[in-house]
T-cell receptor, first 112, second 117 residues
Framework: KAGVTQTPRYLIKTRGQQVTLSCSPI?????VSWYQQTPGQGLQFLFEYFSETQRNKGNFPGRFSGRQFSNSRSEMNVSTLELGDSALYLCASSLAGENGYTFGSGTRLTVV | AQSVTQLDSQVPVFEEAPVELRCNYS??????LFWYVQYPNQGLQLLLKYLSGSTLVKGINGFEAEFNKSQTSFHLRKPSVHISDTAEYFCAVSGNAGGTSYGKLTFGQGTILTVHP
């Protein structure tokens, strides 16, 4: 079956702009989590959605937001981009979270 | 709150030698434990997981890990490595109390395994 699909794979944005990243989970998976990966901070949890409700939230500013649709697809949005937002953004999905998560290939965001 | 410490940032090893990547965790609640591998420019691939039951867990590509509750460790081992095992490896934990505890994985800083010919 198809894995977790993230689009786009690469993105270049200018400081101050906003960006929306998309994640299509594995069919039937209802939990979607997002992570930011940077060389300095490593893998940091952003948020998790389960059945369209945010179930967990990490320690990121309000500029980072997300949502989940009724078909379990998820989007994350970053407003007023800063240079420090440059990172690999990873999405992961699970049936309900209790059996581990499958990750997508990520979206590489570069802010210039 | 949970935290994960991977004790080695880099591990060089020769092909066909055994390897152990060390992981210690701290948590105020019971946990699930995971090892993921990341190849360059790719996402994370699940190697193995400990949810319950036997403390020795076998995963893909010949890897295994042992959960030691008293030492709060979950070390990853492989008896004979290949060049293709060169990658970055991440240990992660989540709560196991249901619902909101599952969805947040806390990762270690990663261990870069380099296999030399």
């Amino acid at each position: 079956k198809a894995g977790v699909t993230q689009t786009p794979r690469y993105l270049i944005k200018t400081r101050g702009q906003q960006v929306t990243l998309s994640c299509s989970p594995i069919s039937g998976h209802r939990s979607v989590s997002w992570y930011q990966q940077t060389p300095g901070q490593g893998l940091q949890f952003l948020f998790e959605y389960f059945s369209e409700t945010q179930r967990n939230k990490g320690n990121f500013p309000g500029r980072f937001s997300g949502r989940q649709f009724s078909n379990s697809r998820s989007e994350m949005n970053v407003s007023t981009l800063e240079l420090g937002d440059s990172a690999l953004y990873l999405c992961a999905s699970s049936l309900a979270g209790e059996n581990g998560y499958t990750f997508g290939s990520g979206t590489r965001l570069t802010v210039v | 709150a949970q935290s994960v410490t991977q004790l080695d940032s880099q591990v060089p090893v020769f092909e066909e030698a055994p390897v152990e990547l060390r992981c210690n965790y701290s948590s105020s609640v019971s946990v699930y434990l995971f090892w993921y591998v990341q190849y360059p420019n790719q996402g994370l691939q699940l190697l193995l997981k400990y949810l319950s039951g036997s403390t020795l867990v076998k995963g893909i590509n010949g890897f295994e890990a042992e959960f030691n509750k008293s030492q709060t460790s979950f070390h990853l081992r492989k008896p004979s490595v290949h060049i293709s095992d060169t990658a970055e490896y991440f240990c992660a934990v989540s709560g196991n109390a249901g619902g909101t505890s599952y969805g947040k994985l806390t990762f270690g800083q990663g261990t870069i395994l380099t296999v030399h010919p």
